[in-house]
Each structure stands twice: as structure tokens, then as C-alpha cells.
């Protein structure tokens, strides 16, 4: 075998120096063309606001749960009535009462000072 062989080919480390910094340009480039800016919230907004929209939303969301466990209990209540099972029809209120307790659970915890 020759000696020459194991040698890389002349420039070989230019070349790669080359392509490590179109890389990095290219790098470069493309986080200052496709980064957006950060919008900061508009004057005079408190951070109170914030938090109630916050709370305003997770309310709306338990509220929907709370109706569709209202629904099912409705439901299941309906079956009870026409199968004549008192342990569904049971089952069934509660899982109305607890829908109706859901479903208000903001204007209860209103009524008793917490919210």
C-alpha cells in the first residue's frame, strides 16, 4: 500500500471550511428571516385582566363539562323511567345533580365568597 493513499486530497480542509461556513450563514439567515417579534400587551393593561380572562375560560370549560354531565344524567334518567331500574334511576340523578352542581359551580362559589 502507498503512503499516499491515507493522505486527504489537497484543499479537502478549505472545502469543508467552506461548506461549515454556508451553513452557518444559512443558519444565521434563516433565524433572522423567519423569527417573529415578541408583541408585548398594549398600554395601561393590568395584569389582573390577565389572570380573570384566564379564569374566564377554565370556567367556560368546567361549565361545558357540566352540561354534557347534565345531558348524560338526563339521559340516563330517561332509560331509568322506561327499564323501570330504580338503582339507574339512582344513578341517573345523581349524575344530574352533579351536572347541575358543575354547571353552576362559578355562581355557587360566588354565593358563598370564594370567587
Request: one cysteine or more; proline letters at 3%.
Amino acid at each position: 500500500m502507498k503512503e499516499t493513499e491515507h493522505l486527504e486530497k489537497p484543499g479537502a480542509g478549505r472545502n469543508r471550511a467552506v461548506r461549515l461556513m454556508k451553513t452557518w450563514a444559512a443558519a444565521v439567515l434563516v433565524c433572522c428571516v423567519l423569527s417573529m417579534p415578541a408583541l408585548a400587551a398594549a398600554e395601561g393593561s393590568d395584569p389582573l385582566t390577565i389572570v380573570n380572562n384566564l379564569s374566564d375560560f377554565i370556567f367556560s370549560c368546567i361549565r361545558a363539562v357540566g352540561i354534557i354531565i347534565l345531558g348524560w344524567g338526563i339521559v340516563q334518567v330517561g332509560l331509568s323511567v322506561q327499564s323501570h331500574d330504580a338503582s339507574q334511576r339512582s344513578q341517573g340523578f345523581l349524575c344530574l345533580f352533579g351536572g347541575l352542581l358543575i354547571t353552576f359551580a362559578r355562581e355557587i362559589l360566588t354565593a358563598i365568597g370564594v370567587v
